[in-house]
């Protein structure tokens, strides 16, 4: 990971700075070759981040090894893609993401949640940020830290603790969310791979259908929770089952006796690997697909 550096003295790599001069001139084309340039100077860099054309601006913005008195003023840049930029860029200081974070525009927000440069000063902010995606982006931070961990666990947003559920490592917040009353945040622990034995047991009990339909495509289950839902009341369950790569072919072969033909059919037609089941996909956090236009980063995972 590049560092952010401050720049003294003269150009070492042009050697003058008439030589800079030349390479900041041009064509955009030929100034967004020389911002690309991996040789480029660090001064001229500098120069570049003022650059009329928000194309070249985006390109110094980008670079891990900018240094920081060319990252510093494109963090107040007025074109949005710039400030994303360098939100996104591994080498901005964390007094960088700090301003980035609180950026009026959500893109820009949101690309802080994925640098590997966020701080847990960064996170505490976003911990306490109206924005609700930016809390639900903090939620599947992997490591956490507890305290903050801890208040999203109360968080106002049912999403917000869903994604938590979903993604956390921490036993005492798995412990709490169980006892979450909204159905889809314990939906997102019957899809979290970290739950103990006990506590997928808890939810293959939940009186709730899809906290059960989407435990059994997700997790591995005990013997004695399996025997229980091949007889669950719900035929979307028992469907599930019969369409699941984790459930053992024992049970498919009790499912494909199932009065329902629906199930008994899926269980009996499966094929591992087939693409039976449903699949779940981590969330790319702080990133926009091309053309993925306006709601979530990369679209919207629901």
Known sequence: MGKQQDVDGPDRHNGSGA?????????VDARLAVAQDPTTSQ??????????????????????DAPAQALRPLTRDRDRSVREAVARNPSTSAANLLLLVKDADRWVRWAVAGNPACTESVRRVMAQAPDKELRGLLA???ELEPELAARLVDDVSPEV?????????DPGVITALLADRTARVRKGLARNPR???????ALAQDPVVDVRAALV???????????????????????????????????????????????????????????????LRAPRIGHRASGAGRGRPGGARR
Do not use: W
């Open 19 to 27: 030589a800079a001069d030349d390479a900041t001139g041009g064509s």
């Open 43 to 64: 001064m001229t860099l500098i120069d570049l981040a003022s650059d009329p054309s928000a194309v070249v601006r985006r390109a110094v913005a980008s670079r891990t």
């Open 140 to 142: 599947e931070t992997r």
């Open 161 to 169: 603790r869903e994604r938590l559920a979903t993604h956390t490592h």
């Open 195 to 201: 739950t103990t034995p006990a506590q997928r047991s």
């Open 217 to 279: 495509v997700s997790v591995e289950l005990d013997e004695a929770d399996l025997r229980r839902l091949v007889d669950d009341r719900s035929v979307q369950v028992r469907l599930a089952m019969a369409t699941s790569e984790l459930v053992p072919p024992h049970i498919r072969q009790a499912l494909g006796r199932d009065p329902d033909e629906m199930v008994a059919g899926a269980a009996r037609d499966f094929r591992p690997g087939g693409g039976n089941a449903a699949v």
